[in-house]
């Protein structure tokens, strides 16, 4: 899933200094899951906004909408009929979200209330962490099932680097050395010969590096 994380209230109330009507719009989906977007963190932040408007005292319209998802045209078009009574829309969707809904509704000021992180699990509740970062060309298939483009802070294809020390990160001592646990698990599998295979320099143009992508399924179409 995509994880995200609301940005502080203050950033918020900034955002929508100038406005008199705001919806705040949640999503179903990922930022549900990770406690920053859905249903009930719309609740909150409205509930938060109409106390911060009141004690400045100004009467503000916030009203609040949680859609399935925000990147689904089906869905955002359930906005139509009322997105003009309002002078912005909060989104807590991911930036995908927020994008595809700007897109929709060119002539309404959309403003992002999460900062979306990555995409990673939920490790337990309240702890996500990173996986994958849609690399374009997977190879987890020769790396034990663990990314380094994720894993390892250097995204290095053939570690682990000289930094790795008892099996944690030169960059964050908190943090696993991703090679380490590449190699840890290819010797659960037995399949350390592995370790051997020279992963080939990688082509980054297939890597959001080489601007957006566009995946297109005519079987689906
Ligand atoms: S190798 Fe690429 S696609 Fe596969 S998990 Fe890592 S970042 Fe994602
Ligand atoms: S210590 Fe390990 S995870 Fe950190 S940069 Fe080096 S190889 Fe990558």
Redesign the pocket.
């Known amino acids: 899933m995509i994880v995200a994380k609301q940005k502080p209230l203050e950033e918020i109330l900034e955002g929508v200094k100038n406005a008199g009507k705001i919806l705040v719009a949640g999503c179903n989906e990922c930022v549900t899951v990770c406690e920053s977007g859905g249903k009930k963190e719309v609740a909150v932040l409205a509930s938060a906004l109409r106390m911060a408007f009141m004690n400045q005292g100004r009467e503000v319209k916030i009203d609040e909408v949680t859609l399935e998802r925000q990147c689904d045209h089906e869905y955002l078009e359930e906005l139509r009929k009322l997105i003009d009574q309002y002078d912005v829309v909060l989104s807590l969707a991911c930036g995908v979200g927020v994008q595809f809904l700007a897109e929709k509704y060119m002539k309404t000021t959309v403003l992002p209330g999460v900062d979306t992180c990555f995409m990673g699990v939920t490790e337990q509740r309240g702890v996500w962490t990173e996986?994958?970062?849609?690399?374009?060309?997977?190879?987890?298939a020769t790396t034990a099932g663990i990314?380094?483009?994720?894993r390892c802070a250097k995204r290095l294809f053939n570690g682990p680097c000289g930094g790795s020390t008892r099996g944690k990160c030169e960059i964050d001592k908190d943090l696993d050395c991703g090679w380490q646990l590449i190699i840890n698990r290819l010797k659960e599998l037995g399949r350390l010969d592995d370790y051997e295979i020279l992963i080939p320099i990688k082509d980054w143009s297939k890597e959001r590096a080489g601007g957006p992508r566009k995946v297109v399924r005519e079987d689906v179409r």
């Open positions: 996986r994958c970062q849609g690399c374009g060309q997977c190879i987890l990314c380094p483009v994720s």
